[in-house]
Each structure stands twice: as C-alpha cells, then as structure tokens.
C-alpha cells in the first residue's frame, strides 16, 4: 500500500472539513495526478468544484499536472492567492 500527505489550504481546506489526510493506492507505482484527484473526489466530493483553479505542490514545489506522485510525498492543493 502507498500513500501520500494531503495538506489542504484556504477555500480548499473549508470544502474539505480538514486540514490534512492521506491518500492511499494499491502497489508501489507512482500515481498519476488523474487517477489522484479520482481518489480524492470519493472522499472530498465538495473539492471537486474548486480543482480548476487549485495549483498543486508536491514536497514545497509547485508541479506541473504530468508530474507523478509517489508513496511520502507531501501534497499541498493551493487555491488562487492575492495580495497587496
């Protein structure tokens, strides 16, 4: 079994109801960011919504959608962020 830390950020963390979980798969291969937001959407329907404008982070840096993730990275779902 493999697994990644999800830490969730902002609006993201409120449509979840938690700051952080795991998400886990079966065997040792990397998992596609697809088939990761596929595992996500069962347990966190109410994130679904808000993908499109959320930047992935893996292990502190930004990644591009064709990076895998593989068993103890740290991801981070980072919505849009503005300042002044």
């Known amino acids: 079994m493999s697994s990644v830390r999800v830490l969730f950020f902002a609006a993201a963390r ?3 109801g ?3 979980t ?9 998992l ?3 088939e990761f937001w596929q595992l996500l959407e069962v347990r966190f329907p109410a994130v679904l919504p808000l993908r499109p ?4 982070a893996k292990n502190l840096e930004y990644v591009t ?5 593989f068993s103890g990275d740290e991801v981070g779902l980072i919505p849009p962020v503005s300042g002044g």
Do not use: H, I, N, Y
């Open 14 to 16: 409120d449509a979840a």
């Open 18 to 20: 938690v700051e952080e």
């Open 22 to 30: 795991a998400v886990s798969w079966d065997g040792d291969a990397p």
């Open 32 to 34: 596609k960011q697809d």
């Open 53 to 56: 404008g959320l930047r992935l």
């Open 65 to 69: 959608q064709s990076e895998p993730l």
